[in-house]
């Protein structure tokens, strides 16, 4: 549980420097939306200074440092201007090269702000419900994944789906 509540934390950090990465020319008219590659940049910059782990195509792998010895497997999804206020459902699969969004499902609009639902189906087809997180504007969602060996032979390891969900910040 230290370890899940640790990379939730690294994560949200990462996910709160990535959220500055607003788009300079569309601020200037009053609309906030998010520059996606600056966002990754600083996000992976976050990953490296705060916790030792060093971007790899889509995972994250970590150093001697690191608070876990595998690689962290990652997606972001970017809800926009026009959508914060929907409900969102993302269906992730982890795939043998990592995970991806299969599927990304509106729902009705709510005044303040739309509810974002995770489905993650691991590598073995089970079925995961992530908990439920609140929009309240324009957002950079990351979903990331950990299957952590156990420390001994005989004991299951540890699988650690995680969800962050950050507003873009003006």
């Known amino acids: 549980m230290q370890k899940k509540a640790e990379m939730k934390a690294l994560l949200e950090l990462a996910n709160h420097h990535a959220t500055f990465a607003v788009d300079q020319e569309l601020k200037t008219e009053g609309i906030i939306e998010l520059t996606e590659a600056e966002a990754m940049a600083k996000f992976d910059q976050r990953m490296l200074d705060n916790g030792g782990y060093e971007r790899v195509e ?25 959508d914060w206020r929907k ?15 299969e599927k990304a499902e509106d729902g ?3 005044t303040a702000g739309g509810e974002l639902r995770v489905t993650f189906t691991t590598a073995s087809g089970e079925e995961l419900q992530l908990a439920p997180k609140k929009m309240v504007g324009p957002s950079l969602v990351v979903v990331a994944f950990l299957e952590e060996p156990p420390l001994v032979p005989f004991l299951p390891g540890h699988a650690i789906p995680i969800v962050s969900v950050e507003e873009v910040k003006w």
């Open 87 to 101: 409900d969102l459902h993302l269906f992730v699969r982890q795939r043998q090269e990592g995970l991806a969004i």
């Open 108 to 110: 009705p609009e709510r």
């Open 58 to 82: 889509d995972a994250y792998v970590p150093s001697a440092n690191s608070v876990t010895s595998a690689p962290v497997s990652f997606v972001h999804y970017y809800v926009g201007f026009q």
